[in-house]
């Protein structure tokens, strides 16, 4: 479903509060497209968005984009498969915001859609007062071994706990234009995720203020700019 031409300045909105599902269906994968004005245009995520592979294959991909995507509190979404990868669900809007209240999205619904699919928030700079950047002032934690991807054309902010303890969980961060900044209250926790995998990649620097600090489980990797990390759990004699 799509409002507006891509970079149309004329307000636009795309809005789902029902089901819609394409699942995979002999190893072909569904697609799933909220796309509103990336200029102007808003997508309300609501309902259900299913783009699973319940019957064998993998999972599909849904995305919701606009220049400014709101989910709703009862929005579901799904790209889990029964025996192949889980998909991915993809949102691309202008700044995007994690929050309890007056977000973009709360830290629990992001949790729960990673219980159900890979989950990858990206941003561009805005045409006018937006900034490009990702914050995450909620506290977001799933369990489940799939990964966590933010792609901010200026900064991404971590001003709360990013927690994950699936086998094989991973966290991915980028700031192609400034820097991933760890803040007080925040922490990147991948303790209890054996096997995990933390990738940073800050264009101006990775910076850890007022306590903010990573915590990685002792078979964790840890890649930062593109240069890889050795994590030691334990000193020899």
Known sequence: MTAGAKDTLLASV???????????????????????????????????????????????????????????????????????????????????????????ITGAQVGTALGTSNVTYTNSLGASGTVGNINVNDAISWSSPNALTLTADANVNINAAITATGLGAAFNATALAGAINVNAGGNVNMAGAAGSAVTLQGATGLNFNGGGRIDLAPTSSLTINGNAYTVISALGA
Do not use: C, Y
């Not at 579901?76 to 995007?96: E, H």
């Open 14 to 104: 795309v809005n789902n509060t029902g089901v819609v599902e394409a699942r995979t269906v002999e190893n072909k994968n569904g697609t799933i497209t909220l796309l509103a004005g990336m200029k102007a245009g808003t997508t309300e995520a609501g309902g259900t968005l299913d783009a699973s592979a319940p019957n064998g294959g993998n999972g599909g991909f849904i995305e919701t984009s606009g220049a400014k995507v709101h989910v709703a509190d009862d929005f579901k979404v799904t790209t889990q498969a029964a025996s192949g990868q889980t998909g991915t669900w993809l949102v691309d809007p202008t700044d995007f915001t994690v929050a309890a209240s007056g977000g973009d």
